[in-house]
């Protein structure tokens, strides 16, 4: 999907397309949580990036919230590609929004949107932009590195409660302890399993997702409507993200 993005240290000359990630935790959902983005360059190396705490908070606040901080700190006139790992938050302004406008910021079961001043001030700096939004599956062995870089950095505000980022020239996330995308290899971040999100088709990768032939409610305390993405969590049925 394109909307757009860009980058603030491009001042002056020709504006070239750049490829970030950004990526949201909470540990207990809702609880400690935190925000990250980094942008790289072509080998899938880290060249600026930025993390901060949120308090208590759930997920998908902190995907939105990663997504948001990543589009404020990006100049309005550089085309970008934004890799990301929550189907929710991608969906949401890609998928979702459009409808959710047209009926008054609620959703298919008329209830209102969750999350709304996030998604409202998302769409507001998506606006003009050239955005192409990809879906990474996470914590993958051979995964994206610039997703597994801002999974790590959220991962560690959530953590420490602290900011951190290039331009506080703070050390880079330690690796996950579980290893995962750690042993991934530092080709081109382009290839892979990157694959890119058309509006109202559903991204692939695991795991498994279907329609929800009714409303429901997911574990993380939010409902759902019948005909939104849900997957089998350990106790039930609810959001792909929140599994």
Known sequence: MCRTAPADWHDQGVVERIIAACDGASKGNPGPAGWAWVVGEGSGEPVRWEAGP???????????????????????????????????????????????????????????????????????????????????????????????????????????????????DSPKPPPSPTGGARRMSTAAPAAGPVVTVAAGKKAPGPPRTLKAKFPGRCRCGRSYAAGEPITRNDDGWGHPDCR
């Open 54 to 168: 949120l308090g208590v908070a759930t997920n998908n606040v902190a995907e939105l919230t990663a997504l948001e901080r990543l589009l404020a700190a990006v100049a309005p006139d550089t085309p970008m590609e934004i890799r990301m790992d929550s189907q929710y938050a991608m969906k949401a302004v890609t998928t979702w929004l459009p409808g959710w406008k047209r009926k008054g910021w609620k959703t298919a079961a008329g209830k209102p949107v969750a999350n709304q001043d996030l998604v409202v001030r998302i769409d507001e700096l998506l606006t003009g932009r050239t955005v192409e939004f990809r879906y990474v599956p996470a914590h993958q062995v051979g995964g994206d590195p610039l997703n597994d870089f801002a999974d790590r950095a959220a991962s560690q505000a959530a953590v420490l409660q602290q900011p951190a980022g290039s331009a506080l």
